[in-house]
């Protein structure tokens, strides 16, 4: 059931055995950022898990953190830059967890990288969608000071295709790695969708993960749920995140 085909059952196994070094290593063998997916994944694996037939499954995903935390707490993961580097260098754009572990994979493997994100920081989605209550940016900051001990650099603030060319690019790096995330929302075309106050959850989600890590925000676009009656069209993930920021800035109602 796992969409990255971590080894599930091999890594429980050593970790019931009181192998952690060697659990986390297997763990990472497929997934560059348990700490990421330990916290906001679903899991599906929990749902595919065969003690689930007639008793509660494997906590799984619970594991999946415990793992990825010791490693960091006991110095199990530490920087660990290749040894020596190709000369080809490798352009990615995006900050975000796709464009991380196109990274993350292509320094572990010797190749220099440089990721380019018009956001003030990196992290994409994991730092300007996903809530703090979910996803706190302290997690964030410290994936990335890791690919930075590792040779990753990153250059925030840079518009692809405006601040820098294609062409510059090209002529700098031997490959380019677009990953610039799925920016376009499913609108509904229905009468009174054009009236003020209906706007999309990105927007509202990060406007409060920039207002929370003391970005600067346009005050003439401050979009807040104090006092509000609120109505969230959605009830998936993105839904339930909007929910439980509602709730936290005093919203009066949410439906």
Do not use: H
């Not at 000369?87 to 190749?111: C, E, F, H, M, R």
């Not at 994409?124 to 302290?138: N, Q, S, V």
């Amino acid at each position: 059931g796992c969409p990255v085909a971590n080894v599930i059952p091999e890594f429980n196994d050593l970790l019931y055995r009181g192998n952690w070094q060697n659990a986390l290593d297997l763990l990472l063998t497929t997934n560059n950022f348990p700490e990421f997916t330990g916290r906001v994944c679903p899991a599906p694996c929990e749902a595919a898990c065969v003690a689930g037939i007639n008793q509660e499954p494997v906590t799984i995903r619970q594991i999946e953190m415990a793992l990825i935390e010791k490693g960091f707490k006991d110095g199990y993961l530490g920087p660990n830059p290749p040894e020596t580097y190709s000369s080809a260098q490798v352009a990615v754009i995006g900050a975000g967890p796709a464009g991380l572990a196109v990274a993350d994979t292509l320094n572990k493997t010797g190749y220099r990288v440089t990721v380019f994100d018009e956001a003030t920081k990196p992290g994409g989605i994991l730092r300007y969608g996903i809530p703090d209550f979910k996803l706190e940016k302290r997690i964030v900051e410290r994936r990335i000071r890791l690919m930075e001990d590792e040779g990753v650099v990153f250059e925030p603030g840079v518009r692809v295709g405006e601040d820098l060319s294609y062409r510059y690019l090209k002529s700098r790096y031997q490959a380019i790695c677009l990953a610039c995330g799925a920016r376009g929302p499913r609108d509904l075309p229905i009468p009174g969708r054009d009236y003020s106050g209906i706007i999309f959850a990105m927007d509202y989600l990060t406007q409060q993960n920039k207002r929370l890590s003391g970005e600067t925000l346009d005050p003439y676009m401050e979009i807040k749920a104090t006092d509000k009656n609120v109505v969230i069209i959605g009830g998936g993930d993105t839904g339930s995140d909007c929910l439980g920021t509602a709730l936290r800035q005093g919203a009066r109602q949410v439906t």
